[in-house]
């Protein structure tokens, strides 16, 4: 195919179409490139840096650079590990993450990345931020204390559930997810089975009374660590 | 000789953090002696706004030697709030073998390796070898047993609740798993070598404690009303019924309380020198209102054991004191093996009954506002008692851990016993152990039963001998 791109992620080459990501291309190949903020179904958003390669020897985030031809890519070297690494250990202290009693446990893709990054214990000091709940929606709770706005919420409603639901407010240290309204979730039209629920990565956003539910041993990531089922394409295409 | 204090620092062999002074006259004499519990816990607070179905799971990580009684209590109390007042026979009996392993892990973790150096060697021998060391030099057999037993009720606990430790098994009205088969047929396989071994402990327990029925007669035994959860047809139930309280002689105080109104028949008072408050029996007040819960309460307090090794040993047990209440601090090491048999057979019993690979989970009803969980753990009687806003978050959480129960009773054996063996003589390591091996009769967890963040004042003084306050530092 004439407008196919061919370039390198680690040493192999990668076939992308014209206007893919690089994730979006790696993702196909069966390459996985950490993330967070990215999801299948949302737009790129960028804000997360997990997904952090570098590019001709330059850092970017895979889930927005388009894929180019000939581009080299330096995805799952130590250097982008530790990258990596240091991005989630800070996610983790800048929000009040207690994976040991969280409901998201187990399904929670902050706590699958820290495990396949190997994080046992971050490396910075927690900053134990006082953050609120809204607990006003009768099927859906937001609990900021694990929120690490990537963002998905607010894409998710408006590109998803076709709804304007959820915002960022506020700068630096201070930004967090609003609702779009005065006195909290229950006042939106959120309903519990929108996509804006489901897409949060983390036990920020959560369907109420539905938590352990499903026993240890058989959440998601109790059988597979985060990605494996993007490598697992790669390993079924023989490649 | 001048007036001073001896403080015991860490108390050893307890689950916990805790202290004991002991005030000396100029003669030598012991003039007071207190167990003081140093560990601050503060979950009623914490768990305020929390979402009510995280409770379960949240809560228990206030222990880590008994977690499966804090989590199921819990789990009962939020079975009530979501309008479940029956689970299905599976969520139940899954809940139960849970709740067994629980026992069976923790009284033979407490038996083996906590109190069993004071039995096997005496309370005063060589510190070097009375421990669980020196019990595993000498007495290697039993050593291994008691890892083997509480593994064995690890592996239940896991089986059921998803983990060793702080699993989420119990959701709120019902369960999430039931028991596969594999797990089933693998717990069937030890089951009798567990059952051998718990006869054998058992054993130990009850002929220690008749040969040294003297020793144990005159060491820290005190009279006491005594409470517990008891079946509707009076048997030993440690994981379901209503509350029966008794007095010294055995009679009731009252019995076949519906637990949810515990509040109007168990009231706490607060006293300046422990974290841990002291609960009474409302009916006869802060002085004389104070009780046993534990093994010795439960053992005491039943009409009968419905497994029959347990009841024929409760039956030699009763015998002792004529069919009255036992009243010896050291009895409970007895009681406690009694219980550990009982939970070996009804584990036996639950692994064979097919209800466990039900597939009926879970039940729904209509929410409700306040709810209060009981069960009998290991060391006694736990409440835990709820209210949720109709947002599904916890507004006001108050726990009675089995621990605070016990509360004044260690202070009256610890009391008894210092007095008894410390006045005018010369203080050895091995006479101040005899004040620890009294608190480890009632196997306190000391980091369970330390009261609410924000419910009570915190202050620190320093005395001096004389108990004259040089500096005093107060937060409210």
Redesign the interface.
């Known amino acids: 195919m004439s407008d196919e791109i061919k370039f390198s992620i680690d040493g192999v080459e990668i076939k992308a179409i014209p206007g893919q990501t690089i994730l979006q291309a790696a993702d196909a190949a069966g390459v996985y490139i950490p993330r967070l903020c990215a999801h299948r179904q949302l737009s790129p958003h960028g804000s997360c840096r997990v997904c952090t390669v570098k590019v001709n020897g330059r850092p970017q985030a895979a889930c927005t650079q388009p894929a180019a031809p000939g581009i080299i890519v330096e995805n799952n070297t130590d250097e982008m590990k530790a990258v990596r690494t240091s991005i989630v250990d800070m996610l983790f202290v800048e929000g009040n993450h207690f994976c040991?009693?969280c409901?998201k446990s187990g399904n929670c893709e902050l706590q699958a990345m820290a495990y396949r990054l190997g994080i046992a214990a971050p490396q910075h000091e927690y900053l134990f931020p006082s953050r609120p709940?809204d607990?006003?929606h009768p099927e859906v709770?937001i609990d900021r204390n694990r929120c690490i706005l990537c963002g998905r919420c607010v894409r998710a409603a408006k590109e998803l559930d076709n709804k304007n639901v959820f915002q960022f407010v506020g700068r630096g240290i201070h930004k967090h997810i609003a609702v779009n309204a005065e006195h909290g979730l229950s006042e939106t039209d959120l309903a519990g089975v929108d996509r804006a629920v489901s897409a949060c990565p983390v036990g920020a956003i959560l369907r109420?009374?539905?938590?352990?539910?499903?026993?240890?041993?058989?959440r998601l990531y109790d059988k597979q660590p985060i990605g494996s089922d993007i490598e697992a394409d790669r390993s079924s295409a023989g490649k | 000789m001048t007036a001073k204090k001896i403080i015991i620092e860490p108390v050893t062999r307890v689950e916990g953090h805790g202290k004991v002074t002991i005030h000396l006259d100029d003669k030598g004499q012991v003039t007071d002696a207190k167990l003081h519990i140093v560990e601050f816990r503060g979950f009623e607070r914490f768990i305020q706004?929390?979402?009510f179905?995280?409770v379960?799971?949240?809560i228990q990580?206030l222990c880590g030697i008994c977690p499966v009684s804090h989590h199921l209590a819990a789990a009962k109390a939020m079975d009530l709030i979501?309008g479940v007042d029956k689970l299905t026979p599976t969520a139940e009996k899954m809940r139960r073998l849970m709740h067994y392993g629980q026992m069976f892990q923790s009284h033979a973790l407490h038996f083996f390796h906590l109190c069993s150096p004071d039995l096997l060697f005496g309370f005063d021998a060589d510190v070097g070898i009375r421990n669980v060391v020196g019990v595993a030099a000498k007495y290697p057999e039993l050593a291994v047993q008691g890892v083997m037993m509480r593994r064995y009720g690890q592996e239940i606990i896991k089986a059921t609740?998803?983990?060793k430790i702080?699993?989420?098994?119990a959701?709120?009205g019902g369960i999430?798993?039931n028991l596969s088969i594999a797990e089933r047929d693998a717990l069937l396989k030890e089951i009798d070598q567990q059952m051998a071994w718990s006869k054998a402990a058992l054993k130990i327990a009850k002929d220690y404690t008749v040969d040294h029925l003297e020793l144990a007669k005159a060491f820290a035994s005190f009279e006491s009303s005594h409470l517990t959860l008891i079946r509707e047809d009076g048997a030993m139930d440690l994981y379901h019924g209503n509350l029966r309280a008794i007095d010294k002689d055995g009679n009731r105080i009252f019995d076949q309380v519906n637990y949810q109104q515990y509040a109007d028949y168990i009231a706490e008072e607060v006293r300046d020198y422990s974290y841990m408050e002291f609960p009474f029996i409302r009916s006869i007040g802060p002085e004389n209102g104070w009780y046993r819960v534990g093994p010795l309460a439960r053992v005491n307090a039943c009409d009968f054991i419905d497994t029959p090794l347990a009841e024929a040993a409760r039956k030699e047990f009763m015998a002792v004191t004529g069919g009255k209440p036992n009243h010896l601090s050291l009895g409970y090491h007895w009681a406690r093996m009694i219980e550990l048999l009982h939970s070996a057979e009804k584990i036996q019993m639950l692994l064979n009954d097919p209800d466990l690979q039900g597939e009926d989970l879970?039940l729904k009803g209509e929410r409700r506002g306040e709810a209060v969980g009981l069960i009998e753990a290991p060391r006694g009687t736990l409440f835990h008692h709820y209210k949720v806003n109709e947002?599904?978050?916890v507004t006001m959480c108050n726990l009675i851990v089995s621990t605070t129960s016990n509360n004044e009773p260690m202070n009256r054996a610890v009391s008894s016993v210092a007095k008894k063996y410390l006045s005018g003589v010369e203080i050895t390591e091995g006479l101040l152990n005899h004040v620890e091996v009294a608190i480890r009769a009632y196997d306190p967890c000391l980091s369970c039963a330390t009261h609410a963040l924000g419910r009570m004042p915190l202050e620190v003084s320093v005395l001096d001998c004389a108990g004259n306050v040089l500096s005093r530092k107060a937060t409210n």
Do not use: C
């Not at chain 1, 109420?208 to 058989?218: A, D, L, N, Q, T």
């Not at chain 2, 702080?166 to 098994?169: I, R, S, V």
């Open positions: 040991m009693f409901e709940l607990a006003s709770f109420k009374r539905v938590g352990y539910s499903i026993p240890v041993g058989e | 706004g929390r979402p179905w995280e379960p799971v949240t990580r979501v609740a998803g983990k702080h699993g989420t098994g959701i709120p999430n798993k879970v947002n599904d978050q």
